[in-house]
């Protein structure tokens, strides 16, 4: 009776083992390639230092036997600077390099001899190759440069999901993607799963009922919204999937702060589905969204801070006529 109790259990705690790592997305980003001369011979031990020029942080590797080289769990987002070093070779910098989420960024280095008379450094990459790691399937990324860029009314993830030529928009927070109910999409933040658990928000996220994003547009540095991944760390949904990646802090303080209001004055009048006339003005409500973001190091090393705060009010008077 003992020995099936201790079974029963070891069962249980592996499901749930099981369950729990099946559900996360990805958070990172990686870069990879070779490092040769004049694009023949490899240079194994070459030394490669990538530096994330915001923070500071900083990624090092060494190319094996056949100089290649492979940096993972970076993060998204840059700019980066690429510093490549061989015994009896010129010295190789890199700059200005992002990288995506989920992204496996090709970058093949050719170094120039100290004797030789080369007048540049080639950067090449590799193509229409059998195996590509930057094949991932219909996806679209929206990096922090659209974020800031692109309108938005509501400031949620809706207004950024529209990209996507799979997706629809029904109604103002409604996301359908390749026609499936918005409850089959799946939305992770940071790599953890944000749906709604009860399945009773329109736009599938916690919190949703209340008609906010569950976590601030400013706090977000990137989005991907992906459609039919190759990557077997995304799963666990039939229309989409939606993670975003929030802001990380920076050795140079920086923020931002915004307020946005509507009320009836700037809403239209009232939607007629049977014809455009015997339309009226809305009832009176007032909606206000104030937000603050602040990002420093408490140090100039790898170590920063963001913070982010955001308050809505609402207030409505005379729902119904």
Do not use: W
Not at 100 to 113: A, F, M, V
Not at 177 to 203: C, E, H, K, M, P
Not at 253 to 264: C, H, I, K, V, W
Not at 272 to 296: H, M, P, Q, Y
């Amino acid at each position: 009776m003992k020995k099936n109790l201790h079974l029963f259990l070891i069962i249980c705690f592996m499901s749930v083992f099981m369950v729990k790592g099946h559900a996360q997305g990805n958070t990172t980003a990686s870069i990879l390639g070779k490092v040769s001369e004049k694009g023949d011979e490899s240079l194994p031990g070459a030394t490669i230092i990538v530096t994330h020029e915001p923070s500071g942080t900083r990624y090092t590797a060494t190319t094996d036997e056949k100089g290649a080289y492979r940096i993972s769990n970076m993060r998204v987002g840059g700019p980066y600077i690429l510093d490549v070093t061989y015994v009896g070779y010129k010295p190789f910098k890199g700059q200005n390099i992002y990288l995506q989420l989920g992204d496996s960024r090709l970058i093949n280095i050719d170094l120039e001899s100290e004797v030789s008379a080369l007048e540049e450094v080639v950067l090449t990459g590799t193509k229409d190759a059998d195996f590509n790691s930057k094949k991932t399937g219909a996806q679209t990324i929206i990096d922090s440069k659209r974020i800031q860029n692109l309108p938005t009314l509501s400031r949620n993830i809706t207004d950024f999901a529209r990209l996507t030529p799979q997706a629809q928009l029904r109604g103002d927070d409604v996301i359908s993607i390749s026609g499936q109910n918005n409850r089959f999409n799946a939305i992770y933040i940071d790599g953890a799963v944000n749906n709604d658990v009860f399945g009773l928000a329109t736009n599938g996220t916690n919190g949703g009922q209340t008609g906010v994003s569950p976590i601030s547009v400013d706090a977000i540095e990137q989005f991907q919204v992906q459609v039919a991944p190759f990557d077997v760390k995304i799963s666990g949904f039939a229309g989409g999937s939606i993670s975003a990646i929030t802001r990380s802090g920076t050795n140079n303080f920086e923020g931002s702060a915004y307020y946005l209001n509507r009320n009836q004055n700037l809403a239209g009048m009232t939607p007629n589905a049977i014809s455009s006339t015997n339309r009226s003005k809305l009832a009176e409500f007032d909606a206000t969204t104030i937000g603050v973001r602040a990002a420093g190091a408490i140090k100039k090393t790898n170590c920063s801070i963001l913070l982010i705060t955001n308050v809505k009010t609402m207030k409505r008077h005379n729902l119904l006529r």
